[in-house]
């Protein structure tokens, strides 16, 4: 008879402390209402509410299956040409820099992770000073890789701009090596950017102070327009001698589940950029070994046709139109929602409280996250009428919790 030794272990876990947003994806799969809103969602969808593949990605798809003949693998870099082709749409007048490199990586979320792991390499005591509200991934990952945060307000909740003043006033506490995590644009959740002239003047001090700058750039194209959105990006090349910025594809190109993104990083010299390459290829060697090729390729793909980008840049302009349209739509609702048309990319944040929240979810079936956070393309057109409705509704106090 077998005696068995039983040791805590896989079976001992504690449940995950749940996720909210992935809790609120559950509870609107579950509702049936035909009237269902579901802008907690975090993908862009059209006025019919779907969430397409774009057209010239879905040719440069047909050309890969067409041409491609061999799932060999490419190597820990991943395509090389992909970076080098990302790099005048995100670096501009900094793409041909050599002191800046780019690795191909699964998503945003990919680069994030890099970009975090090489600064507890070459300094484990940084601290990262990140606005609040931000990307709900943003604090675990950082603190993944042990690195300590220092939080101050992002949001004006009077003027629904940014508290530049607070993210001032707290890099005065910084030290020489610390990180300054930075939204490139389309501020996820509040949709509040920085100006030109707020970015001139945050570059200037993260130089001065010898400070990371480290940007989250996942939504370039959706907010002002995609050299516009990248002028923090480049602000911040032109003011620092290094740099880190993970850059998605997913939103912009719309291939979400293929996990397609790029880490670029700076440093003093070419020679300091290729030896932190070689800690990233090692790191993400550790994590993943290689990244998924497909949406990549297919993007690349794209980036090397004039025509296809052409027809990208046509559609990715589309999706921009139709946000900032729906924006101008709700905020022309209520003057308390006025604050909306001044924001970027696909998220807001309502002045909701959770209960207002809960009771749109229970009268309305209305699904959003508990902080009031929606995805303003969520809605298809015929509903957005019924969505001002009921949240003015709710602003009035005349949605409760039942
Ligand atoms: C601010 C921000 N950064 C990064 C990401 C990660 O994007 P990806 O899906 O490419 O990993 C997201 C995705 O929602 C995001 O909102």
């Known amino acids: 008879m077998l005696t068995k030794t039983v040791a805590p272990g896989l079976s001992d876990l504690p449940p995950v402390r749940s996720d909210s947003l992935l809790a609120l994806i559950a509870l609107a799969n579950a509702d ?51 970076p080098e082709l990302l790099k005048p749409i995100v670096l501009g007048p900094h793409a041909a820099d050599e002191r800046i490199a780019g690795l191909q990586t699964p998503g945003g979320c990919g680069a994030l992770y890099l970009a975090f792991q090489l600064i507890r390499l070459a300094d484990p005591s940084a601290r990262v000073f990140m606005g609040v509200p931000t990307w709900p991934n943003h604090p675990p990952m950082a603190r993944g890789a042990g690195l300590e945060i220092v939080e101050y307000d992002h949001l004006d909740r009077d003027t629904g701009g940014v508290r530049v003043d607070a993210l001032l006033e707290r890099l005065q506490d910084a030290r020489p090596g610390d990180v300054v995590l930075l939204h ?75 996990r397609v993104g790029c880490l670029f990083m700076k440093t003093r010299s070419k020679e300091a950029t290729a030896t ?74 309502l002045p909701l409280t959770r209960e207002q929240v809960v009771g749109l979810r229970e009268k309305h079936a209305i699904y959003m996250a508990d902080s009031g956070r929606f995805n303003v393309v969520g809605i298809a057109d015929e509903a957005i009428d019924r969505f001002c409705a009921a949240v003015i509704e709710a602003l009035d106090g005349e949605v409760a919790h039942g």
């Open 32 to 82: 049936s209402r035909p009237e269902k809103i579901d802008v907690g969602v975090g993908v862009y969808r059209d006025a019919d509410g779907r969430t397409p593949v774009l057209r010239a990605v879905k040719e440069a798809e047909r050309r890969l299956w067409e041409a491609q003949d061999s799932k060999g693998y490419l190597g820990g870099a991943g395509d090389k040409i992909f």
């Open 184 to 258: 490139g644009c389309c501020h996820n959740p509040t949709g509040a950017d920085l100006s030109e002239q707020e970015w001139d003047e945050v570059a200037r001090v993260i130089a001065e102070r010898g400070l990371l700058p480290l940007i989250d750039i996942a939504y370039q194209g959706l907010g002002r327009g995609l050299e516009e959105d990248a002028y923090g990006v480049r602000v911040i090349l032109d003011a620092c001698d290094e740099a880190l910025i993970a850059q998605s594809c997913d939103k912009n190109f719309g291939v979400y589940r293929d």
């Open 276 to 349: 932190a390459m070689a800690h990233l290829l090692q790191l993400a060697r550790e994590a993943w070994s290689m990244p998924p090729d497909h949406g990549a390729a297919a993007v690349r793909m794209v980036l090397q046709d004039g025509a296809l980008t052409g027809d990208w840049k046509a559609e990715l302009e589309e999706m921009r139109q139709r946000i900032a349209t729906v924006r101008e739509r709700i905020a022309s609702s209520d003057e308390r929602l006025a604050f909306i048309a001044d924001q970027y990319g696909m998220f807001s944040m």
